[in-house]
């Protein structure tokens, strides 16, 4: 599930934005970003949880084991092609002294 998020950061505007902002601010959102992913990771261990009980359910748990293999293949393969449009190179240029 947290690979769904990568387009919404791919979609963000990032011109000068490591640079417009103070260290502090910065670091704050580096936190907000982390307690995110974590949230997301959850809702999407919980997704996947929910699948394979509902598929065991009504079709055994092999089945259900290989629905739930193919969706979470299917949502790394999203990511994938999502993060393909990215730049090879990373800005890595020191941040502005304040």
């Not at 990771?41 to 996947?48: A, E, F, R």
């Not at 999203?78 to 993060?83: D, E, S, V, Y």
Request: proline letters at 7%; charged letters at 15%; glycine letters at 8%.
């Amino acid at each position: 599930m947290r690979l769904l998020l990568v387009p919404a950061r791919v979609l963000v505007p990032r011109a000068g934005l490591p640079y417009s902002r103070r260290r502090a601010e910065l670091n704050d959102a580096s936190t907000l970003f982390r307690i995110w992913q974590r949230i997301a990771g959850s809702l999407g261990v919980g997704l996947i949880a929910a699948l394979y009980a509902r598929q065991a359910a009504l079709h055994g748990p092999v089945t259900a084991l290989h629905v739930a293999g193919w969706v979470i293949a299917a949502i790394a393969a999203g990511g994938l092609l999502a993060a393909v449009p990215l730049p090879a190179e990373r800005n890595v240029l020191p941040y502005a002294r304040q």
